[in-house]
């Protein structure tokens, strides 16, 4: 039996199942991880959204990014619009499509800028031509909205490209654009959620992006199943290939059995014949009649 299952193909269907199972196994804890992940910026994002509005100076720093721990915090802030080194964000969804993100700096009081996303509008005729934002108030101006950190290609997966036209750029370098003002600004950036006072037009404000668990949970579960389906699969082929065997061996020693017995006859069989193999002799026919007296010849 041993010769069986160490064949060459039960020997690579056992590697294949030492293999495999404990992948799956661990593709199953790895989705589960994703899982807590998940369920974990879903509970952060419904926290720091219902959280009491703060100024953005107790959460946000000159020279630092936004702490994960404090993104979709609202945030206040208080001074004036700089529409000279505002820029537009190439390839953003709204409500009516691809379009552009408004990235206007607001000056605060105390002369630090800050990145604000005023919202998004549409695109021009083509992607190179550069719509105008609708205008900005005039004064002080107060503006609420939730903290977000820093985009880079690493967590956009988007990339700054040469040749674009002036005032678009493809996402938030905050480090970029700190360069390019003539004043600190403040890490990371905010989305408006609200503003006094409230212009009109203005663009359309960026919906929140709900964070969700997704899938893993029940893919972790599938990855699991997979592992118990190739255990399972492999007992049964290990026992059908078991069985084969031993009916393969069974009707081999039937085989031989019935073998042996046609070989050697009953003893005597020829014997009960006569006349050569067949032991048959010739027919005795009938006893010619005698010639006795007062018979004659015919």
Do not use: C
Not at 130 to 157: I, M, S, W, Y
């Amino acid at each position: 039996m041993l010769k069986v299952l160490f064949s060459s193909r039960m020997t690579a269907f056992h590697a294949m199942v030492v293999v495999l199972v404990p992948a799956f196994v661990w593709l199953g804890f790895w989705q589960l991880d994703r899982a807590e992940m998940r369920s974990a910026a879903v509970d952060l994002q419904r926290d720091n959204v219902a959280a009491d509005p703060v100024p953005v100076g107790e959460l946000a720093s000159v020279g630092g990014d936004v702490d994960p721990a404090d993104r979709w915090r609202t945030v206040e802030a208080t001074g004036t619009w700089d529409p000279e080194h505002e820029v537009l964000l190439r390839n953003r969804d709204g409500s009516r499509g691809v379009g552009f993100h408004v990235l206007t700096p607001l000056v605060t009081e105390d002369g630090t800028g800050l990145l604000v996303n005023r919202g998004w509008i549409e695109r021009g005729e083509n992607a190179k031509d550069t719509p105008d934002a609708p205008p900005l108030p005039e004064g002080t101006v107060e503006v609420t909205g939730r903290l977000q950190f820093g985009e880079t290609e690493e967590n956009t997966g988007l990339h700054n490209r040469e040749g674009m036209p002036e005032g678009q750029i493809m996402f938030v370098d905050v480090d970029m654009l700190a360069e390019e003002l003539p004043y600190p600004i403040y890490g990371g950036y905010v989305e408006l959620t609200g503003q006094d006072p409230v212009p009109d037009p203005a663009p359309e404000r960026v919906a929140l992006q709900e964070e969700d668990t997704g899938m893993s949970a029940s893919y972790a579960v599938q990855w699991w199943v997979f592992a118990v389906v190739a255990v399972v699969g492999w007992v049964v082929l290990i026992r059908r290939e078991l069985r084969d065997a031993r009916s393969g061996a069974a009707g081999g020693e039937a085989g031989a059995e019935g073998g042996d017995r046609r070989s050697g006859g009953e003893p005597g069989a020829g014997a009960a014949h006569g006349n050569g193999d067949t032991g048959e002799g010739p027919e005795e026919g009938p006893a010619p009649a005698e010639e006795g007296p007062g018979r004659t010849r015919a």
